[in-house]
């Protein structure tokens, strides 16, 4: 519905309503890729896991890994320096300079005895049945002839499946993606050669990424604001000269997981300005 009160003045409201069968999602499933060996697991390491628990040593990756070396070559070696480090399990001391002389010297790749290396594969899938609709505000005045004038609008968006921040991280989820509300309001003037804009713009937080990593994790897009300013003059029927800055107030961006303490990303903006020219034949 619209209404037009004058030559430059309206308001309009409308409605708007999608229904989707199989809207497109993401899910994560484990799987193993091209023969691809895990070093990391496999007899070899199961056999060093035991050789350290066997010993009272402790158990990290570190102490895995230099094992593993010390038992694949029980023969030992000798550094550059002219130290000689023994082979073998009963070698093994779990010191630092033991690790360090074994990981220059050695690499452990993958080959027979080792486990599939499992991935967490992201996939498109073809996903349920959703509803999506809102309502959209819109009006436009200008103050007489004094060239002053505003402009503002409000998006409502609602829909019917979100994502469970409480659920199971192991199980896949369908959501909505990108689903906010939204305003902006603009201040206007338009005389004697000149156009000026300042706008604030604001989007309310939304789910931005669903079934990230292993864990099956959301992105969400904090709510953000931030003020623009554009200023235009026309010098004659030719040339044209304008000024624009973009988020004046320097706002950030900020990205979190499943709570607001899991920062995912945050990006530091800064004002942007541009001063430009045009000229027409």
Known sequence: MEWYFSDNGYVSAGFWDKRVKNFIGNEVVDQEIFGILDQTSGERARAAYQALSDG??????????????????PEGFTDGDGVFWAGGAAAYNGSGAQ????????????????????????????????????????????????????????????????FDNLADPNENQFALLGLSDSANVVLMYENFGFTVRLA??????FLSQVNVGSSRNPIYVEEYDQVDLSVGYDLND?????????????????????????????????????????YKF
Do not use: C
């Open 56 to 73: 009272g040593q402790a158990i990290n990756d570190s102490a895995l890994w230099t094992m593993m070396a010390m038992m694949e070559h």
């Open 200 to 205: 604030y713009n604001w989007r309310d937080e």
């Open 99 to 162: 690790h360090v002389a074994w990981a220059t010297k050695f690499d452990i790749v993958s080959g027979p005895g080792d486990d599939p290396y499992v991935f967490g594969v992201t996939r498109p899938v073809n996903n349920k049945e959703a509803n999506i609709h809102g309502w959209e505000f819109a009006g436009q005045y200008f103050f007489g002839d004094t060239g002053f004038g505003v402009l503002a609008n409000y998006t409502v968006v609602r829909g019917d499946v979100g």
């Open 238 to 278: 030719h040339l044209s000269v304008s000024f624009e800055g973009l988020n004046l107030t320097e706002e950030d961006v900020r990205w979190h997981g499943r709570s607001e303490k899991q920062l995912w990303f945050l990006e530091d903006q800064g004002a942007r300005y541009a001063l430009g020219a045009r």
